[in-house]
């Protein structure tokens, strides 16, 4: 038994059913509750204690089903002695003392059902007592008071569910678990650096068909040429797949698959089929979807905009139910993958920027999670005091340079709204294709490959063109392969036929690439399989243009389609990556068995290049797609300094490899000779560091083209070149010329070169000049007499800076040469070279003598045998966009080589790294995302680590050598707390009584102090 108290007969008092009253004085009726519980319900009157200072609304528990509940708890009560509890349950009982205990309060008869508990904190034997004579009375209690419960107490979730049963055992009903997977893993896999696709057992070379059966007609050709195909050898097709973006989207686009296996099988039985989804606008969609609608700054509408996330939502769904529908059918049991396009994901450059209500709503996001929805930054970077998170807008679109001098880059504070943008475009475009490629991932479980046409970073040449996040893509595992067509403007025979983006970052990433080979060839429409096909007559049978007229130069012989093919695989093959003979609109461009001669010779000679190692190559050309950003639209500067740079490098014969930024540092980044920095204007902190510990040695030539490290964000970050550089750089005066005057010609260097002359005289706005200290100064600008060639020697490693902007042939080969490097051959022919494989492209008719590094034989596999042995040089004749593809290598180990025995190759060069302990981590970590702002490092550096730079280090003691971790720490402690103390020494010194103080805390003289004074560079000011 219980016995009443004082307290507990004054606090029952307000507890009673009244009818009469209304049900909101509920609310608005104070209670005080003693415990901090919540009170358990009866049926009978609920019993509550008055008090004075009310603190919490505990009253509201659940009254008889006879009376309304609100009145019930707002009628005041009498208070019943604690005897009663026992024989009338129906009354809940409470008590309050001082200091009440909350763990003695929640004992109950039954879990599964709702008892009586008390409120006031008792003995155990009495709590017991009172547990075991209490009648067990179940209650339904009303939704809305668990809630209220719950939301006054933590703890009251916890006792509702040891008390219903029911609620104790409902748990979230469990998803289904996937079906198994019924179709062979697609895999690519890389062995001697060289791609292969594994579907299950069977390895497939990365040679596709691609046809476009838009049309029923375009579908007899696509079939036909299938067949031809098959005929070759190749066995892999790709074919275009539109899927609406509607309810039924996924279902009219498995039709058509359905339809293609069926008919690929029954023309190629060993046919496996590569799917290209592409996004398509259906129906009324405009009007369904308005904020989707991209309006060009030149007044032109486009399709939906990739910021649209509603449009772009229905199309993921519609996407995962495609792929769920050929995975659990036999459909997948000849898929290789899905190749995800939709416009080739970029933005034209006359078009200009997207101005869509979606990419505005899109860029305000992007902008708050860039600067962490912190104001005061974004109006800082962007130079406006009125700008928030929700009124920023997109930057007006300028097509053209302003007239008069300007400066070719953004101001980074004044101008970050453009800088910012351009950014944007291109990390929505990747986050919107990884999202997509994720989603393909784990509908298909991870069996079948996934791939985008994207990151023509070596092509495009404005900023806003959206491939410029190519990075985020290769680091991603759910991209399994790239794919871009070849360059459209150097494309004809005794061009180029360049890549518009760098095959050997993709293969350090182990991703596939495929070449897109979509050449417009006199094959057409109106021609029939047994035409004969022998000149220009058969570019004039077409019947109508082809949409590609005014970027696609057409081939008009047959044998112009056979150099441009032998080209494409001569590159393939010397470069290891896949290729894809396109029909691209479905005119029957591949209609033809003479269109095939390629296909036929890349059989044999594909598994020829996998039994041969892969060396690295002698010049590592690097580009930083992400210092894009802050090239003002309409500037020449991305053009001059990577494109056109990229064909003087092709045609310079060298072995050249093109790598991303961010590639240097991975541990697989090659040990070339001769490192070329194109347009590194912007570095992280990770390639500052990577630089410093892995290329500053080994003899290494790092040459600096035109500028290096100038932004960091939004700052400017010139005053650091000079500790990744090895060279001091500084701007030049406003309006200075360019060009620049050869005025050491006793250097090395100037001997290579030639000439008397770099670069052209004409201005240009900004322009930068070396700070010759310890550096040999080979040119000067001819304007200003500034060092624009300056040479620096570090005894390790060496360092070049060039100031003007367009990079020659001659220059490359004059590099190169001065470093120990080999030129192959200096006819400016393509040439690329990756020991042994050499390719060869004439420019123009006539002999060629290719130089070797050290006595060579050479296999020709055009004539099957070895048609040099052990020579140091080579002469053969070529035609006018004729290709060569020659096997170099010492005769002995090119005999093993043919035999098919495995051999191992060095590189020629000789440079071969050999890490240390600290340089060959367990796992290379991918490169952590900076923001545009920096936030103060709080985290301990140390001093070999440190971002500042010494300024008169002081002679340390050898005692002070072997110091203790503490001691270090404690050192490290004094020099970061020196200039404060310096600070106080000026202010104490008025008073003459800081002499004692400074004499107190200095330190015995037996211990050694390490004294290191800082100086803080620009970027972390």
């Known amino acids: 038994m219980l016995e009443p108290e004082a307290q507990p007969t004054k606090r029952r008092r307000r507890k009673a059913a009244a009818p009469s009253e209304p049900a909101p004085t509920e609310a608005v009726q104070p209670a005080i509750v003693s415990a901090p519980e919540a009170i358990e319900e009866a049926p009978a009157t609920p019993v509550s204690e008055p008090e004075m200072q009310p603190t919490k609304r505990r009253r509201r528990k659940a009254a008889a089903p006879s009376e309304p509940t609100s009145t019930e708890a707002a009628q005041p009560a009498t208070v019943s002695p604690p005897e009663t509890i026992e024989q009338a349950p129906e009354t809940p009982q409470s008590g309050a003392e001082a200091h009440p205990s909350k763990r003695r309060r929640r004992k109950k008869t039954e879990p599964a059902v709702k008892t009586l508990a008390s409120q006031e904190t008792q003995p155990a034997d009495e709590a017991a007592t009172l547990v075991e004579t209490a009648p067990i009375i179940p209650i339904e209690e009303p939704k809305p008071k668990s809630r209220r419960t719950r939301r006054r107490k933590k703890s009251a979730p916890e006792a509702t569910y040891a008390v219903d049963g029911a609620a104790a055992t409902v748990a979230e009903p469990e998803l289904p678990p996937p079906p198994p997977i019924r179709h062979p893993q697609v895999r690519v896999r890389f062995h001697n650096g060289v791609p292969t696709i594994h579907f299950g057992e069977r390895v497939f070379q990365p040679h596709f068909f691609f046809g476009n059966p838009h049309t029923p007609e375009a579908a007899v050709r696509v079939q036909q040429q299938m067949q031809l195909a098959a005929e070759a050898g190749i066995h892999l097709y790709s074919l275009l797949i539109p899927l609406p973006v509607r309810e039924t989207g996924a279902i009219e686009a498995f039709d058509q698959i359905r339809y293609w296996t069926a008919l690929a099988r029954e023309t190629d039985p060993e046919a496996h089929i590569l799917w290209r989804i592409a996004f398509a606008p259906v129906g009324k969609w405009q009007a369904e979807y308005p904020e989707a609608v991209i309006r060009f700054a030149d007044g032109s509408v486009g399709g939906p905009s990739i910021c649209a996330d509603r449009w772009w939502q229905v199309a993921k769904e519609q996407l995962v139910a495609l792929i769920h529908l050929v995975e659990q059918e036999d459909e997948g049991g000849a898929t290789l993958g899905y190749h995800l396009d939709y416009g080739e994901w970029f933005l034209s450059e006359s078009g200009g920027y997207d101005t869509s209500e979606a990419a505005l709503q899109a860029f305000r996001e992007w902008l708050r999670r860039q600067y962490k929805h912190d104001t005061v930054v974004l109006r800082a970077c962007w130079f406006n005091g009125e700008v928030t998170f929700s009124t920023a807008t997109l930057p007006p679109f300028q097509p053209t340079l302003p007239h008069g001098r300007v400066n070719h880059f953004y101001h980074p504070r004044r101008e970050g709204r453009w800088i910012d943008y351009h950014r944007f475009l291109s990390d929505i475009t990747a986050r919107r294709v990884l999202g997509l490629a994720q989603a393909v991932k784990e509908a298909c479980q991870g069996r079948a490959l996934v791939g985008v046409p994207y990151g023509y970073v070596l092509e495009w040449k404005h900023p806003h063109a959206g491939h410029f996040a190519l990075a985020q893509l290769l680091r991603s595992p759910y991209i399994d392969f790239l794919s871009a067509p070849l360059s459209y403007r150097t494309r004809l025979p005794g061009e180029l036929g360049a890549v518009p983006l760098p095959v050997d970052s993709v293969n350090l990433h182990r991703k596939l690439f495929l070449s897109e080979e979509d050449y417009r060839t006199p094959f057409g429409k109106a021609m029939r399989l047994t035409d004969p096909s022998t000149g220009h007559h058969l570019a004039s049978v077409q019947a109508e243009a082809t949409p590609d007229d005014d970027y696609n130069p057409p081939l008009h012989s047959v044998q112009a389609v056979q150099q441009v093919h032998r080209r494409s695989l001569a590159q393939s093959l010397t470069l290891a990556h896949g290729e894809m003979w396109m029909d691209l609109w479905g005119e029957g461009w591949l209609a033809h068995p003479d269109a095939w001669n390629a296909a036929r010779l890349a ?34 500067l991305i053009d001059q300094m990577v494109v056109q740079a990229r064909e003087a490098l092709l045609r310079s014969g060298a072995s050249v490899g093109f790598y991303l930024l961010e590639d240097i540092t991975q541990q697989e980044f090659p040990p070339s000779r001769v490192v070329i920095f194109l347009n590194a ?80 005289v004409e201005p240009w706005e900004p322009s930068f000049y070396a700070i010759a200290e310890g550096c040999d100064v080979v040119g000067e600008y001819i304007d200003t007499g500034l060092p624009s060639l300056a040479v620096c020697d570090h005894k390790t490693w060496k360092a070049v800076f060039l100031g003007e902007r367009r990079l020659t042939t001659e220059l490359v080969r004059s590099l190169v040469r001065w470093a120990g490097g080999h030129i192959w051959l200096d006819t400016n022919d393509l040439v690329q070279a990756h020991y042994p494989w050499l390719h060869l492209h004439a420019r123009k008719g006539g002999m060629r003598t290719l130089q070797f590094p050290l006595p060579l034989s050479v296999y020709d596999p055009n004539e099957g045998e070895i048609v040099a042995e052990s020579v140091m040089e080579h002469a053969l004749y070529l ?143």
Request: net charge neutral; proline share 11%; charged share 30%.
């Open 603 to 636: 059989q044999p000679l594909w598994s020829l290049r996998e039994r041969t190692p892969k060396t690295p190559p002698e010049v590592a050309v690097v580009v930083d797609p992400e210092s894009t950003r802050y090239v003002r639209t309409g500037s020449p």
């Open 681 to 760: 204007w912007r570095m992280s902190r990770a390639a500052h560091e990577a630089i410093r510990k892995r290329l500053q040695r080994d003899s290494r030539v790092l040459v600096w083209l035109y500028a290096s490290t100038l932004f960091h964000g939004h700052r400017e970050a010139l005053a650091n070149a000079r500790e990744t550089l090895g060279v001091a750089i500084a701007r030049q005066p406003w309006a200075s010329m360019q060009g620049t005057q050869i005025v050491n010609k006793a250097h090395p260097l100037a001997r290579f070169l030639k000439t008397d002359k770099i670069g052209m």
């Open 879 to 1021: 035609q006018e966009g004729e290709s060569r593809l020659l096997l170099t290598a010492p005769h002995e180990q090119l005999l093993k080589l043919l035999q098919g025995e495995p051999i191992q190759l060095e590189p020629y060069f000789q440079l071969i790294e050999t890490p240390t302990e600290q340089d060959t981590p367990q796992e290379t970590l991918e490169p952590a995302a900076e923001p545009d702002w920096e936030e103060p490092v709080l985290e301990p550096i140390s001093p070999e680590h440190s971002p500042f730079e010494p300024i008169e280090p002081e002679v340390i003691a050898e005692e002070a050598l072997e110091v203790e971790p503490s001691a270090t720490r404690a050192s490290v402690e004094n020099v970061a707390a020196e200039p404060r103390a310096r600070r106080r020494g000026h202010n104490q010194r008025r008073k003459k009584t800081a002499r004692p103080a400074k004499q107190a805390n200095t330190p015995p003289a037996e211990k050694p102090i390490i004294a290191v004074q800082w100086r803080r560079t620009s970027e972390d000011s």
